[in-house]
Structures are given as C-alpha cells and as structure tokens.
C-alpha cells in the first residue's frame, strides 16, 4: 500500500498521560499535514511541514501539543499530559505542490 | 476556527436526483478543494479549482467557483446510494499551503 499510513488507529488513554501518534507520507510528498477532527466537524488545522521545516503551527494548539518531521520523512504527533478534551480523531495528510491532499484512515485517541 | 462554511449541513434525496452544496470562504484564495468523508474515514480529494477558473467538471461532479463573491458550489448529478457522505470543502490562504476546511455538508441519498 503506496498511501498514507498513521499508527496507531485507536489509543485509549487516560488523563495526564502522554501519547504519540505517527503519520508516514507518501514518499514523494514534501508536505505533511495534521488536523484534528471530532464528531460532526470539519478537520481542525493543526500544523503542517514543508520536508522537516514546520511552516506553520495552529494558535489554537496548547504547549502540550508537538510535531516533528525528521529528515523530512515519516511525522510524530506528541500530546502531552492529555485532557478529556483531547479526545478526537487525529488526521495526517501529505502532498505534493500540486495541492491536492492525500489522507490517512485516522488515530482516533480517547481519554478517559 | 473554520476558513469555509458550507450549505446545508444536511442535506437528504432520493436516488437519480442531483445534489447541490456550497461553500463559503472569507479569505483570497490559490484554490478550492472539496473532498468527501465516509463515516469513520479519512478524507478522499475529489476536485480542484484554481482560483483563475470558474467552472471544473469531473465524471458526475461539476464545480464552480465565484471569486467575487468568495463562494463555491459542488453538484453531484444523478446521485447514487454510494455518494451518502460528509462533504468539505477546502480553502488555501493566499500566498500559504495552509488548507482550511469547511464545516461540512452531510448528504444522504435514499434508495
């Protein structure tokens, strides 16, 4: 399978802990984006990577959220002392300059 | 918060009619994307407009898009049971590859 792949597709956890999320692209995408989606909503933009450089990372992200892209290849997503809150699904996309997003199936993380 | 708003946020018809939604944005544009969302899934790209076109057409999907008035509508013909879906439609920020998505329209199309 030549697509998107993110790891894990569900995580239960419980508040305070730390979780990690991965996204491996496309390999020839240089772009790499995460939103986050809950029910009923459209995908939240999170941040997103130009090969390892984070162009741009929501406002709407607290300290606890990271992301990392090293050497420009797979993607982690970090979230840190989790909330209830935090709850979602966790969407990677990667594409090329052309625009046109390719999406993962999806980390859904619940916190209890 | 959300770049794109679309219209409706449901939307139910019968088989063999034609659906219609739109978006709306508030910023200048590179382009418009929509994509659809299976309950559950990720998201699957289905069109794209520039924002130097005005109409796309794609098998039974048609595209159009009014700059002037910050605006797009996606109309699926001849609309099948399979087309039953969430729909987003997808704005860049001018001089970004930010995509922000819309709030969604959720169609259902009844056998």
Redesign the interface.
């Known amino acids: 399978d030549t697509g998107?792949s993110q790891d894990p597709r569900h995580k239960i956890t419980k508040r305070g802990q730390n979780v990690t999320f991965r996204c491996d692209p496309i390999s020839e995408h240089n772009?790499l984006?995460w939103?986050r989606q809950t029910l009923g909503?459209?995908?939240?933009?999170l941040t997103?990577f130009?090969n390892e450089a984070q162009?741009?990372k929501s406002r709407l992200l607290s300290d606890r959220f990271s992301a990392e892209r090293p050497k420009g290849s797979f993607s982690t997503l970090e979230i840190q002392r989790t909330e209830q809150g935090d709850s979602a699904m966790y969407?990677c996309?990667s594409?090329l300059i052309?625009?046109?997003?390719?999406?993962?199936?999806?980390s859904r993380l619940t916190v209890l | 918060s959300?770049q794109?708003e679309e219209d409706p946020q449901a939307l139910s018809i019968q088989e063999g009619e034609n659906a219609t939604m739109n978006c709306s944005y508030k910023t200048s544009i590179?382009?418009l994307?929509w994509?659809r969302q299976n309950s559950g899934?990720?998201?699957?790209?289905l069109i794209?407009i520039r924002s130097n076109e005005r109409e796309k057409h794609s098998g039974r999907l048609r595209v159009t898009l009014d700059t002037s008035k910050k605006s797009s509508s996606l109309l699926i013909t001849a609309s099948r049971a399979a087309d039953t879906a969430s729909y987003?439609c997808?704005t860049?920020a001018q001089g970004?590859?930010?995509?922000?998505?819309?709030?969604?329209t959720r169609l259902k199309v009844l056998a």
């Open positions: 998107v772009r984006y939103y909503q459209g995908p939240e933009f997103y130009q162009l741009e969407l996309a594409s052309t625009g046109e997003l390719f999406f993962g199936e999806g | 959300q794109g590179n382009n994307q994509y899934r990720g998201l699957v790209h794209l987003f997808a860049d970004t590859y930010k995509y922000i998505f819309g709030t969604g």
